[in-house]
């Protein structure tokens, strides 16, 4: 059964720094990886999709990567700023359902 | 273009109660979804459709009922409410296969 865990549960950083968040599978079957970010009592918002075949996709100030064979992804996170305040969640895609992650909060302080 | 919606944004309802969750798309999307979000843990599939006419269970289907008579609507049913189901819930959409999926606003709902 696929198992998705994301670490840290918390992070706070000051404002400027750049950042990791981790994200791992126990599964290496999988379709594609997706990372959301979801702000206080709002819905989730698509940040990237890696399919299978990728090892990284790049938006902005973020970068995903992918390494299926060890089951871990990361969301670099550049140069942060205080409005990328949010819970960060991965999930990945198997067998055409999404199994998620619980999360990672992250804080910027001014 | 609304996107996704979903009704209402809170309810409060007595154990035994039954009500239904409703959500919209005018995305046009196939693929449609049910979640629900406990805390301190991630999503969990409730039922999910790939088109009208076509629904399947997810990760906790139990005491849960969905339909899908259109592509534009996926309601959820819990058919007599128990403490544990007090969660939010989140309906998404995408195109099919393995697209990235559109989350709905969710409902925040309290069974006492």
């Known amino acids: 059964k696929q198992e998705v865990t994301q670490i840290p549960a918390a992070l706070s950083v000051p404002e400027g720094e750049n950042l990791v968040l981790n994200c791992s599978f126990t599964d290496s079957a999988i379709y594609n990886l997706q990372w959301f970010r979801q702000d206080p009592g709002k819905g989730l918002t698509s940040l990237l999709l890696?399919?299978?075949s990728q090892r990284e996709q790049t938006s902005g100030r973020l970068n995903a990567s992918l390494d299926k064979s060890s089951g871990r992804s990361t969301l670099y996170i550049a140069a942060s700023q205080p409005g990328d305040s949010a819970t960060y969640l991965c999930?990945?895609?198997?067998?055409?359902?999404?199994?998620w992650g619980a999360g990672t909060k992250l804080i910027i302080k001014p | 273009n609304a996107g996704v919606t979903q009704t209402p944004k809170f309810q409060v309802l007595k154990t035994g109660q039954s009500m239904t969750l409703q959500c919209a798309q005018d995305?046009?999307?196939?693929?449609m979804s049910w979640y629900r979000q406990d805390p301190g843990m991630g999503l969990r599939l409730i039922h999910y459709s790939v088109g009208a006419g076509i629904t399947d269970q997810g990760e906790v289907p139990n005491g849960y009922n969905v339909s899908r008579s259109t592509t534009e609507d996926f309601p959820l049913r819990l058919l007599s409410a128990a403490p544990s189901q007090t969660s939010v819930y989140f309906c998404?959409?995408?195109?099919?296969?393995?697209?990235?999926?559109?989350f709905g606003p969710g409902t925040r709902l309290t069974v006492l």
């Open positions: 998404a959409t995408k195109v099919g296969g393995t697209d990235t999926q559109y």
């Open positions: 995305m046009n999307h196939e693929y």
């Open positions: 999930a990945v895609d198997s067998n055409y359902q999404l199994i």
């Open positions: 890696i399919q299978s």
